[in-house]
T-cell receptor, first 116, second 117 residues
Framework: ETGVTQTPRHLVMGMTNKKSLKCEQH?????MYWYKQSAKKPLELMFV???????ENNSVPSRFSPECPNSSHLFLHLHTLQPEDSALYLC???????????????FGPGTRLTVL | AQKVTQAQTEISVVEKEDVTLDCVYE???????LFWYKQPPSGELVFLIR??????QNEISGRYSWNFQKSTSSFNFTITASQVVDSAVYFC??????????????FGKGTKLTVNP
């Protein structure tokens, strides 16, 4: 595997289900991100992890719970979602060299989530 | 707060035509980075270019070229001799520091480019 991978690619869940999205990066990066892309809004950042620590939560509802056990893996745990949470969830990673400008984020293919 | 505007929602061209995608940004930062990403139907965002605010040189990569003009806060993207495989949604993005000390990308709404044979 190369780059950033995400599983599953498609997910359909009911509002009472619990599911998890997985992201894995094979680039040796230290920062990982979750973005949400819905039909009516621009891509929006949800969470950022730098060196396994959460450094950004963009006012995301608690029904979304991220987990970053190591610099290569990122999860998004989903619980009691709403139909409006249906979207493409994109994971990204970057080198995150501290104190040195903005590095480039590389994205995975996304998980297309449908909440019924 | 930073803002990125891609005024062209959809563009349709015929193969071999040149096409320019516009991007206008707003920021109060003196140091910032601009990006272009391509999103084909598969969904993955493919990185195309990163440009920092101190480098106004235009860049060319094969059929792709970028025109960065700080005076007009624009970072336009031109595809020369377009091909069907260029059909995708193209996003312009601007870096923004976060309160947590990270950097995040502020994206425009994207321009959907369709290249017809």
């Amino acid at each position: 595997e190369t780059g950033v991978t995400q599983t599953p690619r498609h997910l359909v869940m009911g509002m009472t289900n619990k599911k998890s999205l997985k992201c894995e990066q094979h680039l040796g990066h230290n920062a990982m991100y979750w973005y949400k892309q819905s039909a009516k809004k621009p891509l929006e950042l949800m969470f950022v992890y730098n060196f396994k620590e959460q450094t950004e939560n963009n006012s995301v509802p608690s029904r979304f719970s991220p987990e970053c056990p190591n610099s290569s893996h990122l999860f998004l745990h989903l619980h009691t979602l709403q139909p409006e949470d249906s979207a493409l969830y994109l994971c990204a990673s970057s080198q995150a060299v501290r104190g040195v400008g903005t590095d480039t984020q590389y994205f995975g293919p996304g998980t297309r989530l449908t909440v019924l | 707060a930073q803002k990125v505007t891609q005024a062209q929602t959809e563009i349709s061209v015929v193969e071999k035509e040149d096409v320019t995608l516009d991007c206008v940004y707003e920021t109060r930062d003196t140091t910032y980075y601009l990006f272009w990403y391509k999103q084909p139907p598969s969904g993955e965002l493919v990185f195309l270019i990163r440009r920092n605010s101190f480098d106004e040189q235009n860049e060319i990569s094969g059929r792709y070229s970028w025109n960065f003009q700080k005076s007009t806060s624009s970072f336009n993207f031109t595809i020369t001799a377009s091909q069907v495989v260029d059909s995708a949604v193209y996003f312009c993005a601007l870096s923004e520091p976060t309160q947590g000390g990270s950097e995040k990308l502020v994206f425009g709404k994207g321009t959907k480019l369709t290249v017809n044979p």
